[in-house]
């Protein structure tokens, strides 16, 4: 008889990869154990300046996720600790840990810093990229969780010499404990995941351009480090050698990425084009004249989404200069600091230009920690030691029970670690959903305070934000004008009010001072107020006594070069934010209960996937299908890039699905209307004339999206030798004769991709050509093969594919764009004419197959974005709650996307998103009630004149007239408490809570 399941997880590695796994995994009803290396969670996401393409501040955005790992009353953070070994099975493992000692007492630190101050002991900082120094004993960054601090052995001269001794002397609480051993720690869990993350290149193995020689070339981790506010410079552009600001900066591609000699890596890393004009153009923000950028690169490839966009802008708009190269040397400019690039362009001439710093795009690899870790769990490993998984079920290990995310599966971008971390989460429930919620702790619900009839008081938080905010404001004096304030009690500044040391501060001031209203001037209340608010309720007031200024954004962003207004406009704000906060009452949150059952629309492979995954986690499920069959675009499809069949896993997926009697399947049905919100929506189909209404608690969208079939374009449905990448592989999945007469076959890539009508890269095309390509040489070696294309993008380990088509002979030519690409039929005869950019003459291929890498294509007023109030974008495609960190939820509540609805990608991440989306649905499945916001409006009907401009102008739906008064009323769970209506209410009836006529005429008059 096997042993029980346990519901408990082991997630190792504390990066956002990591991060987000124990999140969905412990919302879904399991105890969580998140095993970190180092002092403290965060990882490389820690250290970066701001987030590509939407130029968030990285750790702004970061920040609440750590404080709410930290606060999770069903997560462990277990730092500075290392999985040794595991026995057992899938569903009950025993894992050996080693937990190092921090010399700290956790229990007893109160962070205050008085131990570092005194430290005699200075160490290079690697969290600085060893640009600055920190202390033997320290806290690796301000926000850092556990914000508790930690003795380095190796530097400490009281653990090395047996001397000093100065910061147990100093700490008050006697938190010091040079004694502390190292502990073996033993775990049952049901499932680990490993989230080991990656390393960046070390340029100083092979030491090809000088890194370790001049000061002035610096990796681009460093760089992220010099340009970001909290960092050794404090966010100013300057050069390490002398600290002046540089008139020029090179950055050099593919350091350490698709190169094959000693120490080096032959896969492309996937995220350094864009981060690397990320950097550039977060560079010319920070320079005080006009800074001269150019990017040295083999093949630009930015094919995440939106990715595109952000290119051509830095091309068209920021000036950043692009040069197509292979760089040779950078040579030291004698008493400059400056360097000589030396380099061979595009058409073969040698070359060579002066700059002032050298950034050196440095590609990512698992750590050796994390290699040494896969292969004492038994984890198969490929060549490049990434974890080995199937495109079919790329979260899970060759270990049943060990899953893997983020760039230990591979090397990848913030949003797909994300997208992996939940996935790995889903799937890990999904087999250990009998055991959900049976180890788990009920957070205590502290008993709010009676604020009624009490004279406010209260206190405002001023955030520094490093320099973020105050290199521009004058937060002291901001904090001076808010002490004069009516009301103001108490205020204060904070270096980063977002910390878990600040947060605690905060509640703590709140019960020393006797605050019952707060203000907080730091950044955005979109990432930030729920922080904030349930430190409120962990000291006892109601959450809505808080308001926020975004003095970020609104001043110090903004108005960087006018730092005076900057301030008194903060001073301003500030002082309406304290008017307002004085007459802010509590409100009360409804609770929801969820409906128990699920709706996935889209019978492709995400929907599939989506739908197979909920039902093992033992909800039913509506599978709604608007085709006849299941199977979506991956019915034409014939092998992954990897070679795996695609036909075969089809086929399995369809019987798997319409056999589980957890899914419903409504094959040819459509969606006609959709009523309700997160919880409680109500959709009607049709099929075949008769309609139906299903009830469900929370929604997927999967829908899809298709090739396009360019009409008119290259002779497309006018000559049968002509047709789409698709087309081909439905050829290949049905081994069609006629591809056994092709003597030469021609690619062209980006067929209605990367043009102004579409200015997105639609991803997986380069793969799949070169996977097609591949398939007809091997079936016949002797066909003449041509790939005509713009920039390859075979990204991350697809670059061993690309690698593998030129070997086996495949002829990839480089097509200048702007000249065009002509496809005629001579006599009879293909000719496929275009300018060679390297050659820079005509060439005309005559081919007896022309395939078109044909756009992925969306509809852009598609019904469904109406019915769920959700979001397209330009493109058509859906727009998720955040790119970086909540990629496959939606902004409205319980509906959640996946797959080639959310834009391009192959099938392993329309999977792996499938699996992330339907493990974002179970945290509020689990859940089974959810508290909806207070700040809604509500309607006075003694007011109301029926006149129906409410319902009219809500983008949500939430007003609509009660069948008994016939006045107006507002569906509170519909409700985004946007204040539309209130504004458009002809007879003053609708207010909205929160912001009523009394509140913001407050902010008005004291303006």
Not at 416 to 422: A, E, F, L, R, Y
Not at 974 to 998: E, V
Request: aromatic share 6%; hydrophobic share 40%; net charge neutral.
């Amino acid at each position: 008889m096997s042993k029980p399941l346990v519901g408990a997880v082991m997630v190792v590695g504390g990066g956002v990869a990591g991060i987000q796994a124990a999140l969905d995994l412990a919302d879904s009803g399991y105890k969580v154990f998140l095993v970190e290396k180092s002092a403290s969670i965060g990882g490389v996401m820690a250290r970066l300046d701001k987030t590509f393409p939407t130029n968030d501040c990285s750790m702004c955005i970061l920040s609440p996720k750590l404080v709410e790992v930290g606060r999770h009353i069903n997560i462990e953070l277990l730092t500075l600790s290392e999985v040794n070994a595991i026995s057992g099975e899938e569903g009950n493992f025993e894992v050996s840990i080693t937990r190092h000692p921090r010399y700290v007492d956790m229990d007893k630190c109160i962070a205050c810093g008085l131990c570092a101050e005194k430290c005699p002991a200075s160490v290079p900082d690697s969290y600085d990229g060893n640009l600055a120094s920190r202390k033997a004993i320290y806290v690796q960054y301000a926000q850092a969780v556990p914000l508790k601090y930690a003795i380095d052995p190796e530097y400490c001269i009281k653990l090395t010499k047996g001397k000093c001794g100065i910061c147990r002397k100093k700490c008050p609480t006697g938190a010091i404990n040079y004694e502390d051993t190292r502990k073996d720690i033993s775990l049952n869990v049901g499932a680990v995941v490993i989230s080991q993350g990656a390393e960046t290149f070390d340029p100083a193995l092979h030491d090809t351009f000088g890194y370790k020689k001049y000061p002035n070339i610096v990796t681009s981790l460093e760089f992220e480090r010099i340009l970001s506010a909290s960092g050794p410079y404090a966010g100013h552009l300057v050069r390490p050698s002398d600290e002046k600001e540089p008139e020029k900066i090179a950055w050099l591609q593919c350091i350490g990425s698709r190169d094959e000699h000693i120490g080096a890596r032959g896969y492309c890393s996937g995220v350094c084009c864009t981060y690397a004009i990320k950097e550039a153009m977060l560079a010319k923000e920070h320079s005080k004249s006009g800074l001269d950028t150019a990017i040295f690169y083999i093949d630009i490839r930015t094919n995440g989404k939106d990715f595109e966009k952000y290119y051509n802008r830095a091309k068209a708009e920021a000036g950043i200069r692009f040069i197509k190269s292979k760089v040779t040397e950078a040579l030291p400019v004698d008493g400059t600091g400056g360097h000589l690039i030396r380099y061979i362009n595009e058409s073969g001439k040698r070359c060579e230009e002066e700059f002032d710093m050298v950034v050196l795009s440095v590609g990512l690899g698992v750590t050796n920690q994390g290699a040494d870790l896969g292969k004492r769990l038994g984890v198969d490993l490929n060549h490049y030691n990434f974890a080995e998984t199937s495109s079919f079920s790329p979260v899970e290990s060759s270990v049943a029970g060990i899953y893997v995310c983020g760039a230990f599966q591979g090397p990848k971008d913030i949003p797909s670690s994300v997208i992996d971390s939940s996935a790995a989460a889903g799937v890990a429930g999904s087999r250990l959903s009998g055991s959900r919620w049976r180890l788990t702790k009920t957070k205590e619900v502290k008993k709010e305070k009676n604020v009624a009839g009490d004279r406010s008081r209260i206190g405002v938080f001023v955030c520094g934000c490093g320099s973020n905010i105050a290199g521009v404001v004058d937060v002291t004096a901001v904090v001076e004008s808010a002490k004069k304030l009516p009301n103001v009690v108490y205020a204060e500044q904070n270096m980063f009010s977002c910390a878990q040391g600040t947060q605690d501060k905060i509640a703590e001031l709140i019960r020393e001072k006797d605050l019952n209203r707060i203000v907080v001037a730091a950044c955005s209340p979109k990432t930030h107020e729920p922080l904030f608010q349930e430190t409120l309720q962990s000291a006892g007031i109601n959450k809505y006594l808080f308001e926020m200024v975004n003095i970020r954004n609104q001043c110090s962003w903004v108005h960087k070069q006018a730092p005076e207004e900057a301030t008194q406009k903060a001073m301003d704000l500030v002082k309406m934010s304290v008017a307002k906060a004085a007459r802010v009452q509590p409100l009360k949150e409804p609770i929801l209960q969820i409906n128990q059952r699920a709706m996935v629309i889209g019978g492709g492979i995400a929907g599939m996937i989506a739908a197979d995954n909920l039902a093992q986690q033992g909800y039913a499920v509506d599978l709604v299908e608007r085709q006849a069959r299941l199977g979506g675009n991956a019915l034409s499809l014939y092998k992954t890039w990897k070679g795996e069949d695609i036909a075969g896993f089809v086929k399995q997926m369809v019987e798997k699905v319409e056999k589980n009697p957890g899914i419903t399947v409504h094959a040819g049905s459509t969606i006609k209307k959709v009523d309700g919100f997160v919880g409680a929506f109500r959709t009607t189909l049709e099929k075949e004339g008769c309609r139906e209404a299903l009830d469900h608690g929370v929604t997927i969208i999967a829908s899809g999206a298709s090739e396009l079939k360019p009409e008119g374009q290259y002779l497309y449905g006018t000559d049968d030798r002509v047709i789409t990448g698709l087309e081909l592989q439905a050829r290949l999945a049905r081994r069609d004769e006629s591809l056994d007469k092709v003597e030469t076959a021609v690619f062209i890539q980006c067929v209605g991709s990367r043009i102004p009508e579409r200015p997105y890269c639609s991803k997986l095309c380069c793969a799949q050509s070169i996977r097609s390509a591949i398939e007809l040489k091997e079936n016949k070696p002797d066909t003449e093969i041509f790939i005509v294309y713009r920039d390859m993008r075979p990204y991350g380990l697809r670059e061993d594919l690309y690698r593998e088509a030129r070997q086996k002979g495949i002829r990839f030519l480089r097509y200048n764009f702007d000249k065009g690409l002509d496809v005629t039929n001579e006599k009879g005869c293909l000719e496929v004419s275009f300018t060679d950019f390297v050659l820079r003459r005509k060439m005309v291929l005559s081919p007896d197959m022309l395939v078109l890498a044909a756009a992925i294509v969306r509809e852009k007023n598609d019904p469904l974005a109406g019915f769920f109030k959700v979001t397209q974008n330009d493109d058509g495609f859906y727009v998720e709650a955040h790119l970086k960190l909540r990629p496959v939820d939606f902004a409205t509540d319980g509906v959640f996307l996946c797959g080639l609805a959310h834009g391009p990608k192959p099938v392993d991440e329309s999977i792996a998103q499938a699996q992330a989306a339907a493990a974002r649905a179970v945290t509020l499945l689990s859940a089974g009630s959810i508290p909806v916001s207070g700040t809604v409006a509500h309607v006075n009907p003694r007011l109301c004149s029926s006149c129906g401009v409410c319902v009219s102008v809500c983008p949500y739906s939430a007003p609509r007239f009660s069948e008994k008064t016939d006045k107006a009323e507002i569906e509170s769970a519909l409700c985004k408490g946007c204040g539309l209506c209130a504004a458009s209410c002809r007879s003053g009836a609708i207010a909205l809570k929160g912001f009523d006529d009394q509140q913001i005429t407050s902010m008005i008059m004291c303006a």
